[in-house]
T-cell receptor
Framework: EAQVTQNPRYLITVTGKKLTVTCSQN?????MSWYRQDPGLGLRQIYY???????DKGDVPEGYKVSRKEKRNFPLILESPSPNQTSLYFC???????????FGPGTRLTVT | SQKIEQNSEALNIQEGKTATLTCNYT??????LQWYRQDPGRGPVFLLL?????KEKRKERLKVTFDTTLKQSLFHITASQPADSATYLC????????????FGSGTKLNVKP
């Protein structure tokens, strides 16, 4: 089954404790992206990747890091999480930019 | 910067009627516009994509229009059903970068039986 998976689905952590949210897709897609979703603000793009070793900033990249060492994986790293990063995070992939995106199930992150 | 507006108020309609959702944008001309459906607690699901040189796109009970002069897209669901109840998001590519995406905050549709 074609899908995007994210782990963990739920995470409660404390300020400053480094964490990684994993994202994996099994569709051989070149394009992958991370979004955060906050009430009233909608989905905002954090980072995206056009292919292995090619990443670029989205609209709200501050406080986040990404890497794309393999085509199928695109982890999101929070080196020093802060409470304003409490949000619902989605990973997405598509065959290329401008094509339909397939979203993962989401990761609900709470930073206290 | 680009601004995308969707009606934040929920749209309540009766089953069988046509639902029409609006997506307005300012400050630029996107090459593509996409519509997604999102159910509570789940990731968005792609519905339709329309290009700037297309006026209208259809898929089963769904229809999207794209008016680049008005800077507006309309999303129609005909013969609506309670199962169509969800939040609908529009998304556009970036002003200076086709690989960036910007989403509207979505409109919640409630279809009552």
């Amino acid at each position: 089954e074609a899908q995007v998976t994210q782990n963990p689905r739920y995470l409660i952590t404390v300020t400053g404790k480094k964490l990684t949210v994993t994202c994996s897709q099994n569709m051989n897609h070149e394009y992958m992206s991370w979004y955060r979703q906050d009430p009233g603000l909608g989905l905002r793009q954090i980072y995206y990747s056009m292919n292995v070793e090619v990443t670029d900033k989205g609209d709200v990249p501050e406080g986040y890091k990404v890497s794309r060492k393999e085509k199928r994986n695109f982890p999101l790293i929070l080196e020093s999480p802060s409470p304003n990063q409490t949000s619902l995070y989605f990973c997405a992939s598509s065959s290329r930019g401008l094509a339909e995106q397939y979203f993962g199930p989401g990761t609900r992150l709470t930073v206290t | 910067s680009q601004k995308i507006e969707q009606n934040s108020e929920a749209l309540n309609i009766q089953e069988g009627k046509t639902a029409t959702l609006t997506c307005n944008y300012t400050n630029y001309s996107p090459a593509y516009l996409q519509w997604y459906r999102q159910d509570p607690g789940r990731g968005p699901v792609f519905l339709l994509l329309i290009r700037e040189n297309e006026k209208e796109k259809r898929k089963e009970r769904l229809k999207v229009t794209f008016d680049t002069t008005l800077k507006q897209s309309l999303f129609h669901i005909t013969a609506s059903q309670p199962a169509d109840s969800a939040t609908y998001l529009c998304a556009l590519d970036g002003l200076d970068n086709f690989n960036k995406f910007y989403f509207g905050s979505g409109t919640k549709l409630n279809v009552k039986p």
